[in-house]
């Protein structure tokens, strides 16, 4: 069966298929500065094993008074930005907040639901 597109509601995003991945590519609000020219777009590759493997997840489960709680390193989402969308890490920082955390939330989604389903009995296996 074919794969779900991800489009987040409010900005403009187009999702290109492929294959054997599901790269995003985002209209950045604010474009990048690369030497004479101009980056207007970003794409992000699939986060494959070797991804993960270096650079882990980017949540982490800790306890906090007895109350487990998820805590985000926003250091890990800048390091898989750097590597799955080919920019430098200066480039990252000077991203729009908006298109950081869309950037973020589609690497985010590949990393809680590998197979593209979000809570099918498949996923859990």
């Given at each position: 069966s074919p794969r779900p597109v991800r489009r987040p509601s409010t900005s403009p995003v187009r999702?290109?298929?492929g294959a054997d991945d599901m790269p995003l590519t985002i209209?950045?609000?604010k474009p990048i500065k690369r030497g004479d020219s101009e980056l207007k777009e970003v794409t992000v590759r699939d986060?494959?094993?070797s991804d993960y493997i270096a650079l882990g997840p980017i949540?982490?489960?800790r306890f906090d008074k007895g109350v487990q709680q998820m805590h985000?390193?926003?250091q890990k989402a800048l390091a898989y930005i750097v590597r799955?969308?080919?920019l430098t890490e200066r480039e990252v920082r000077s991203l729009a907040l908006g298109d950081f955390f869309r950037l973020k939330g589609f690497i985010q989604s590949q990393l809680?639901?590998?197979d593209g389903s979000a809570g099918s009995e498949e996923s859990l296996s």
């Open positions: 999702t290109v298929s209209t950045l609000k986060v494959e094993s949540f982490e489960m985000e390193d926003p799955l969308g080919g809680f639901f590998p």
